[in-house]
Each structure stands twice: as C-alpha cells, then as structure tokens.
C-alpha cells in the first residue's frame, strides 16, 4: 500500500517539476535549466523541513510517502549533471560550471533553511 | 526544427500524463532499491549495531543517480537530440522516469544523518558524489563521440 502512495507522490512531485520547465520555459525560450535548479532547490527545501518535522512522528508510512515520494520525484539527480554536461559540449563552459556549483550549494542552502523552519 | 513551446490544454494533460507515468514508476523502482539494507546482515546470533559513519552513506542511491546521469547524458546526447523538450519520447524517459528514479532531495537528507558524525566525512561524500555525476556525464558524452 504504501509503494502505491509511494508512486503516487513521486509521480505528482515529477508533474509539479515538469510544470514548472513548461512554464519557464513557454515565457523564456531558452535550454538553460533553471527550472529544474528552482525545483531541486524547493524539494531539498521541503526535505529538510519533513525531515525534522517528521522525526519525531512514529508514521514511517508519512516520512516515505513525503520523503522518498514527493521529493525524490520533484527533484532530480540525473537532470541536473546531464544537461550542464550537454551545455559543456556546446561550449556552454561558464553556464555548465556555473549550474554544476550552483545546484549543491543551493539545495544546501534551502536544506537548512527547511530544517530551521521546523525547529 | 523550432520546438512547440506553448501546448494547448489538451496536449499539456498529455505531457503531464506522460511524466506522471514516468515518474511513477522511476519512484517505485528507487523506493525499492532504497529498501535493500546492506549493513543490517544478521552475523551469528545477533545483529550488529553500527555506529560508524561509513555505514551511513547511501550506496544504493549513489548507484541509482549515478546510473541515472549516465543514460540521461546519453540520451539527450544520442537517442532524443533532436527531440524538443515537449516530446513524449523524452517526457516519459528524462523528466518522467529519470527524474523520478534519480533525487538530489534523498541525498541532502542522508548528507545531513553523516553531518551529525562527521562533517568531513559528509562534504567527502557531498564531493564524491558531484563527481560521481559528472564522470558519469562524460561517460555519457564519450559513448556517443565514438559513435558518430
């Protein structure tokens, strides 16, 4: 049951992701990938604020479905080093090292924030 | 070929469709491959306890991103590069089930579990991890030099 919710939250969490590339990029045409910077950013955010939100609930069930689920499908991994090495090779360097540095020290960023927020 | 940025109603039900497939079953496979516990193996009569902070580094999602940049590259540098970023080829395999199998929110929560231990041992992993991923990339990049 909880791997169907599981499913579930990552599919709406990669919806919301891919709303936010439509959106940026119908008003911006563009193939720089700020919108998937934004949506990493906002999930690692939410992360760190459920991560210490739900410590110190007993529902396993919860952390999974919003951690594992929501966030892990709202932000991702593959896109985020993929796209700057595709830029690189189009002599994109400054816009690939700039998106590289960027996206940790932003997730990081937003990451503490969440988790002060929860405190 | 300029891509169609702007979707009708219709169309953009469809993508979103598409990525919610996608992402629905990259998650399913993550979640499963998160639950395989490489350090909780019974040794004789009782489970082992473990405190060092090695123990806490997420092997399996390591693997999972480090796969998922690799055939991300490659994809979009072979298969789906002519394909424009509202194509339901690309919707379902990158920002569908890529982006639902690869997490970068994942990682920051077991960064911040190895923070409490160790904080060197936590920017080691936050490095090796980058560069997990940009190796990865380049592998991604390479295959398809020596194609063409």
Redesign the interface.
């Known amino acids: 049951m909880t791997?169907m919710f599981?499913?579930?939250?990552?599919?709406?969490?990669?919806?919301v992701?891919?709303?936010f590339?439509?959106l940026v990029?119908?008003n911006h045409?563009t193939s720089r990938p700020w919108a998937t910077v934004a949506a990493?950013a906002l999930?690692?955010g939410?992360?760190?604020y459920a991560?210490y939100r739900l410590i110190g609930t007993a529902d396993a069930q919860l952390r999974?479905v919003v951690?594992?689920?929501f966030?892990?499908?709202?932000?991702?991994?593959?896109?985020?080093?993929?796209?700057?090495?595709?830029l690189q090779?189009e002599h994109h360097w400054g816009y690939a090292a700039a998106l590289?540095t960027t996206?940790?020290l932003l997730?990081?960023g937003m990451?503490v924030m969440g988790?002060s927020l929860a405190h | 070929m300029r891509p169609h940025i702007t979707l009708s109603p219709k169309q953009l039900g469809l993508a979103m469709l598409f990525v919610a497939l996608g992402g629905a079953t990259g998650t399913l496979i993550r979640d499963l491959g998160l639950k395989i516990n490489l350090y909780t193996i019974p040794r004789g009569s009782a489970t082992y306890e473990l405190a060092d902070w090695t123990h806490q580094i997420p092997w399996v999602l390591l693997a999972i991103n480090t796969i998922g940049v690799f055939v991300a590259t490659d994809l979009l540098r072979h298969r789906l590069r002519h394909h424009d970023p509202n194509d339901p080829m690309r919707l379902l395999l990158v920002t569908g089930f890529l982006g639902g199998l690869t997490s970068y929110s994942g990682l920051f929560v077991d960064l911040a579990a190895i923070w409490h231990l160790t904080i060197g041992g936590c920017l080691l992993v936050a490095a090796g991890t980058i560069l997990s991923g940009l190796f990865a990339a380049m592998l991604g990049l390479g295959r398809h030099r020596r194609r063409a």
Do not use: D
Request: proline share 6%; hydrophobic share 45%; charged share 10%.
């Open positions: 791997l599981v499913s579930i939250a990552g599919a709406v969490g990669c919806v992701r891919y709303v590339e439509y990029r119908r045409p990493n999930g690692t939410i992360a760190g991560t999974t951690l594992t689920g966030c892990g499908g709202l932000t991702t991994f593959s896109s985020a080093l993929a796209v700057p090495a595709i090779r590289i996206t940790p997730c990081a990451f988790m």
